[in-house]
């Protein structure tokens, strides 16, 4: 085991640098989806007055005449016509930011308000009279981001067709992304939408992602709703692949409170101030009852870390580790007849029914045939499942699912692909059978 540590901490100090230069980038084809565009109830009334009041805007506490011509608070002017055009109101207060830095700004000018949204305001001449005014703005932009969704047909840019936009090659994948340059015909306008989006807004990333900021080498798994940060490239490797770390911003990872850190390898022997010793597999802690079993099992007592109760916290507690346990750190056993394989752990046998569950969960362990009266030893688990955080999808079949909390949840788009920054590289196909061990959970938006 010193062996093996020794090469994880050698393989730390070549990857920690080149993992530490991964960076997160704009999509210029993928602003946001059509979801995030169309959902109008994304923020009531309230929420958008205390949007505004927590970013220190002036509009938190001004009124303006409406498009009718009758006078309202700022927030309820956003509110009617998110309502009315059936627009997020979350782009109105992003475009307010992006064409007029309304949102940051404390004391803007009669210009800045009177051309809000930019709304008929081209980059090639002056802003049309009859559109000017906060309240004409915002009604009119909204109302314009309508007929982009509702006739994608009538404007220049289109989903699914190729541009040259600024040097760069943009094939818009949603009908929002597509309106938002119709709207702002230039990569830099989008590019800041999307910024500020993503400084606003975040994202929700499922159940074993393993994540990192631009700005920082530290590497977190999200899990039951928190950040877990792993302390160590050594505690990685022995549980995660690193080439699944997604880069994020540093808004979608400060959302998540900070959970129980990841700070020992797998197969960790663990002694807590009670003079207890465990064996960690995973996230279990498995007590090792007694001196004689580490001789019978072969465990090295040298191999001890002493730690405290709270380096514990976070971790279950499974079942015991006696001279009768065989296996102690698991077994890949194949049936040499039927060629049936299963994962033995904990006097239970789990079938894995494809060998790209087996090749996900279990990379470094070896795979030994034995007969079948071996196996019958053992009573039958739950079939081994793809780790979370897994893409997979079955032969065949175009439909891709993350793994979360062993459920499947399928990304249901390419935006949704393209939101959560995965890679197609990272998607590994199976059998119907294999998808069918997870139940369907969430769609992936």
Partial sequence: MKRAVLLLIILELIIFPIAAQAEIFFNPSFVISDEEMTDHLSLNLAE???????????????????????????????WQAAIES????????????????????????????????GYRCPDSGSCSPKALGFGKQVDGAAWQFRQYMDNPGDWHYQAGNDYAIDGWLVTPLTKATAGLYNYTPHYSGNNRFWQLWQ????????????????????????QYGTRRLITSWGALLSRFDPKKILTISKLDLEKYEIGPSIQFHNYSLLQDPDGKVYLLVDDELRHITSPEVFRVIGFNPEEIEVVEFSDLAG??????????????????????????????????????????????????????Q?????????QTGDPVKFRDGELIQAQGDSKVYVVAGGYRRWVKTEAAFAKFSYKWDNIITTSAQALTVHPLGEDVE
Avoid: C
Avoid at 205 to 211: K, R
Avoid at 370 to 378: C, F, G, H, S, T
């Fill in 370 to 378: 034995v007969a079948p009266e071996i196996l019958d030893q053992y």
């Fill in 199 to 222: 400084n606003y807004w975040g994202r929700d990333f499922p159940d074993g992602s393993l994540v990192k900021t631009n700005d920082s080498p530290a590497v977190w798994l999200i």
């Fill in 86 to 117: 059936k627009i997020s109101p979350k782009v109105l207060l992003v475009t307010l930011q992006k064409e007029q830095s309304l949102i940051g700004d404390s004391s803007p000018s009669q210009n800045q308000l009177d051309k809000a949204m």
């Fill in 48 to 78: 958008i007055q205390q949007f505004l009041e927590e970013k220190g805007s002036s509009l938190a506490w001004r009124s303006f005449p409406d498009y009718l011509g009758v006078n309202r608070p700022a927030a309820e002017i956003i």
């Fill in 315 to 368: 971790y279950k507690y499974g079942k015991d580790i006696t001279v009768e346990t065989a296996y102690p750190t698991g077994a890949l056993l194949q049936d040499n007849k039927t060629g049936g394989v299963y994962f033995v752990e904990a006097g239970l046998k789990h079938p894995i029914y494809a060998r790209e569950i087996m090749e996900s969960r279990f990379p470094k362990k070896v795979l030994t």
